[in-house]
């Protein structure tokens, strides 16, 4: 099943494409894109719904997949949708662990979650996991991360049992630096090819470029805008981490493991499915249920157009829907892989003073789960919640979960549990398999990647590292200003004011020299800027939406606009419209104002919904290219000013 490549044949089909997306890039032409999403949606639903392969709805009895109409529907390109369950008959993986007692088998889980394609280690705060807090105040932290390194101790831990199973609690991709987002991400299925991870939750950001895109990626084929592109080197569809052979650039093999999407189906009155519901794997003859979602908030958090079609369900409903059905095939141990995660004040191992919403969603769940692998967070607990395991392995692969259950052969439920969350350090050596891949994708892109836009002359961290507490933080502050700047003229939209969302920033600028790849680490989406039309009662509007029912979102203003925020008022009357200002003087709340703001925000992304009403829009230029223009123009750029929002009580 599957294939090798040359490094030739790489380099000579994909030289084309770097050479024209340098161009593009470079030049900041419009219509230079990495997400074609946006241009095509995604999900080609028709006037009867998305395209289904025969027999394909599904509801929630759990039945089989159809390999060969999986096969069928990636050979045809369809969007499709699929039976419940996928079964592994055999899940043995090795010798080790013989000396279990008769009565047990014991079963090794390796988690992770949040990968976003890091195929090289991150870099700052990023690469790095705090081990102590002192009592200075200072952290002292290792650096982790790297897909060659996670390789390597995903080897080490397999070998230590009999029965190993490497699962993801979703973003496997999207976000994604430009070594893997450059390529659509297929570099990152390649590396989890060969990793040998067996199963995958999707996340939100599995929807970022659509269904039909994410499903390419399952089953393999050509980019439907980009064409065949392909990877270098091929997971064999084995789970066993074992690189095979014969493929080449014409032909993308995909996923050699297993989406699952209990949650989301097409929004029709089938409630099919796009990918299987749960996936059960028999060790030592025992059953296993592995259960996959995203959260139910991932069409708040994905432009539109990438869940067109789809519905998102409660997470917990969906998994005690799906129990009654594996009790009664015999399946006692029941592991949920769930996008969506809390907080915690300790150390990356501890569970102290555990919130948010997985705490809610775990309460809920039948108690004949046991196990939850959360995500979405980007957070590291190893908690008890309500009876149940839960655990979360921060992201970008700098740690990996390992959970050994004891799994009793009589009554095949669970006996015992134990989890740790280990660093994915860098004093092993790296894989040289999935050293091969990445740094086979990492020539190709460094004449892109590798080019110096500019220097900044301090570190600057972003919404998700520091921000004050009215919520702004330097980096979002810094790329608003450049979007404005942008987006000014006559041509480009003649903008006022400039918003950024605080999720599109994904790392710090860090000090010193600035390449074009440190630019779309920071903001990997690939998104345009649209500015459109608002009246002043409109932009009141906006800021009132940044404070939403379970969360707050705080938009990253531009320079020259300020306003307060009151903490103790309502959610809708937290901005008092008097301290609104631009440029020294009050918004008028009839007078229309041009505003910048990213494509995933001007449809409406995550809950600012009043920008779809926005008017006259103009658009075309690449967000990464705005910031990258704005450092060439600042060089060194500095620190922008802070105390554009102010938070009352």
Same mark, same amino acid.
């Given at each position: 099943?599957?294939?090798?490549?040359?490094?030739?044949?790489?380099?000579?089909?994909?030289?084309?494409?770097?050479?024209?997306?340098?161009?593009?890039?470079?030049?900041?032409?419009?219509?230079?894109?990495?997400?074609?999403?946006?241009?095509?949606?995604?999900?080609?639903?028709?006037?009867?719904?998305?395209?289904?392969?025969?027999?394909?709805?599904?509801?929630?009895?759990?039945?089989?997949?159809?390999?060969?109409?999986?096969?069928?529907?990636?050979?045809?390109?369809?969007?499709?949708?699929?039976?419940?369950?996928?079964?592994?008959?055999?899940?043995?993986?090795?010798?080790?662990?013989?000396?279990?007692?008769?009565?047990?088998?014991?079963?090794?889980?390796?988690?992770?979650?949040?990968?976003?394609?890091?195929?090289?280690?991150?870099?700052?705060?990023?690469?790095?996991?705090?081990?102590?807090?002192?009592?200075?105040?200072?952290?002292?932290?290792?650096?982790?991360?790297?897909?060659?390194?996670?390789?390597?101790?995903?080897?080490?831990?397999?070998?230590?049992?009999?029965?190993?199973?490497?699962?993801?609690?979703?973003?496997?991709?999207?976000?994604?630096?430009?070594?893997?987002?450059?390529?659509?991400?297929?570099?990152?299925?390649?590396?989890?090819?060969?990793?040998?991870?067996?199963?995958?939750?999707?996340?939100?950001?599995?929807?970022?470029?659509?269904?039909?895109?994410?499903?390419?990626?399952?089953?393999?084929?050509?980019?439907?805008?980009?064409?065949?592109?392909?990877?270098?080197?091929?997971?064999?569809?084995?789970?066993?981490?074992?690189?095979?052979?014969?493929?080449?650039?014409?032909?993308?093999?995909?996923?050699?493991?297993?989406?699952?999407?209990?949650?989301?189906?097409?929004?029709?009155?089938?409630?099919?499915?796009?990918?299987?519901?749960?996936?059960?794997?028999?060790?030592?003859?025992?059953?296993?249920?592995?259960?996959?979602?995203? %959260? &139910? =908030? +991932?069409?708040?958090? #994905? *432009?539109?157009?990438?869940?067109?079609?789809?519905?998102?369900? /409660?997470?917990?409903?969906?998994?005690?829907?799906?129990?009654?059905?594996?009790?009664?095939?015999?399946?006692?141990?029941?592991?949920?892989?769930?996008?969506?995660?809390?907080?915690?004040?300790?150390?990356?191992?501890?569970?102290?003073?555990?919130?948010?919403?997985?705490?809610?969603?775990?309460?809920?769940?039948?108690?004949?789960?046991?196990?939850?692998?959360?995500?979405?967070?980007?957070?590291?607990?190893?908690?008890?919640?309500?009876?149940?395991?839960?655990?979360?392995?921060?992201?970008?692969?700098?740690?990996?979960?390992?959970?050994?259950?004891?799994?009793?052969?009589?009554?095949?439920?669970?006996?015992? %549990? &134990? =989890? +740790?969350?280990?660093? #994915? *350090?860098?004093?092993?050596?790296?894989?040289?398999?999935?050293? /091969?891949?990445?740094?086979?994708f990492v020539d190709l892109v460094a004449p892109l990647k590798d080019r110096v836009v500019g220097h900044a002359d301090q570190t600057m961290t972003g919404p998700r590292s520091e921000v004050t507490t009215a919520g702004e933080s330097v980096l979002g502050n810094l790329i608003a200003d450049a979007q404005l700047e942008a987006t000014r003229s006559e041509a480009t939209g003649r903008a006022q004011i400039a918003f950024?969302?605080?999720?599109?920033?994904?790392?710090?600028?860090?000090?010193?020299?600035?390449?074009?790849?440190?630019?779309?680490?920071?903001?990997?989406?690939?998104?345009?800027?649209?500015?459109?039309?608002?009246?002043?009662?409109?932009?009141?509007?906006?800021?009132?939406?940044?404070?939403?029912?379970?969360?707050?979102?705080?938009?990253?203003?531009?320079?020259?606009?300020?306003?307060?925020?009151?903490?103790?008022?309502?959610?809708?009357?937290?901005?008092?419209?008097?301290?609104?200002?631009?440029?020294?003087?009050?918004?008028?709340?009839?007078?229309?104002?041009?505003?910048?703001?990213?494509?995933?925000?001007?449809?409406?992304?995550d809950g600012f919904t009043i920008l779809k009403d926005g008017r006259d829009p103009v658009g075309g230029v690449p967000d990464v290219d705005a910031l990258a223009d704005y450092l060439a123009q600042h060089d060194p750029v500095s620190a922008p000013s802070l105390g554009r929002i102010t938070r009352d009580p």
């Amino acid at each position: 099943m599957g294939r090798t490549r040359t490094f030739a044949a790489t380099w000579m089909s994909i030289f084309p494409l770097l050479v024209g997306l340098f161009v593009c890039f470079s030049l900041g032409l419009a219509g230079c894109r990495l997400d074609p999403d946006e241009s095509n949606g995604g999900l080609d639903a028709g006037p009867d719904g998305p395209n289904r392969v025969d027999g394909g709805t599904s509801d929630l009895g759990g039945l089989v997949t159809d390999a060969a109409s999986v096969d069928d529907a990636s050979a045809a390109g369809d969007t499709s949708v699929v039976d419940d369950a996928s079964v592994v008959e055999d899940a043995s993986e090795g010798d080790a662990g013989a000396d279990d007692p008769p009565d047990v088998v014991a079963l090794q889980v390796l988690a992770f979650n949040d990968f976003h394609g890091n195929l090289e280690p991150p870099s700052g705060s990023s690469g790095e996991v705090v081990t102590a807090r002192l009592d200075d105040g200072t952290t002292e932290a290792v650096s982790a991360g790297g897909a060659e390194f996670f390789a390597r101790h995903v080897d080490r831990l397999r070998q230590e049992y009999a029965h190993t199973v490497v699962v993801s609690a979703g973003d496997l991709i999207g976000a994604s630096p430009l070594v893997s987002a450059l390529f659509h991400d297929e570099p990152t299925i390649e590396v989890m090819n060969a990793i040998g991870l067996d199963i995958s939750a999707v996340g939100n950001h599995e929807f970022d470029d659509g269904v039909a895109e994410l499903q390419r990626l399952q089953y393999g084929g050509c980019h439907p805008v980009d064409g065949c592109r392909g990877g270098v080197g091929s997971g064999s569809g084995s789970g066993s981490g074992e690189s095979g052979s014969g493929s080449t650039r014409d032909d993308f093999a995909g996923a050699a493991f297993t989406f699952l999407a209990a949650n989301v189906v097409v929004d029709d009155s089938s409630g099919a499915t796009i990918f299987p519901r749960y996936e059960v794997r028999e060790f030592d003859g025992i059953p296993v249920a592995f259960i996959g979602m995203t %959260l &139910e =908030a +991932t069409p708040s958090l #994905v *432009t539109p157009l990438g869940v067109a079609g789809l519905a998102f369900r /409660d997470e917990a409903e969906t998994v005690n829907l799906l129990v009654p059905e594996l009790r009664s095939r015999g399946i006692e141990t029941i592991v949920v892989l769930v996008h969506e995660g809390g907080f915690q004040t300790g150390l990356y191992d501890d569970c102290e003073g555990i919130s948010g919403p997985i705490v809610d969603l775990v309460s809920k769940l039948d108690p004949a789960v046991d196990l939850v692998v959360s995500g979405h967070t980007h957070a590291a607990y190893n908690c008890e919640i309500a009876g149940k395991r839960v655990t979360i392995a921060l992201s970008f692969g700098r740690i990996v979960t390992r959970i050994v259950l004891e799994i009793d052969r009589a009554n095949h439920d669970v006996r015992a %549990l &134990e =989890a +740790t969350n280990e660093i #994915v *350090t860098h004093d092993v050596a790296p894989s040289e398999e999935v050293s /091969d891949v990445v740094d086979a994708f990492v020539d190709l892109v460094a004449p892109l990647k590798d080019r110096v836009v500019g220097h900044a002359d301090q570190t600057m961290t972003g919404p998700r590292s520091e921000v004050t507490t009215a919520g702004e933080s330097v980096l979002g502050n810094l790329i608003a200003d450049a979007q404005l700047e942008a987006t000014r003229s006559e041509a480009t939209g003649r903008a006022q004011i400039a918003f950024m969302n605080p999720g599109g920033v994904r790392a710090n600028l860090m000090a010193g020299e600035v390449t074009y790849g440190d630019l779309f680490s920071i903001q990997p989406f690939g998104n345009t800027l649209t500015v459109v039309t608002l009246a002043g009662r409109e932009i009141h509007q906006l800021l009132e939406q940044q404070f939403q029912p379970t969360i707050t979102r705080i938009l990253q203003p531009s320079e020259g606009f300020e306003y307060r925020w009151r903490a103790s008022a309502e959610n809708g009357h937290r901005i008092d419209p008097d301290s609104i200002r631009l440029d020294g003087r009050p918004l008028d709340m009839e007078t229309d104002y041009r505003v910048t703001v990213n494509s995933f925000l001007a449809t409406g992304g995550d809950g600012f919904t009043i920008l779809k009403d926005g008017r006259d829009p103009v658009g075309g230029v690449p967000d990464v290219d705005a910031l990258a223009d704005y450092l060439a123009q600042h060089d060194p750029v500095s620190a922008p000013s802070l105390g554009r929002i102010t938070r009352d009580p």
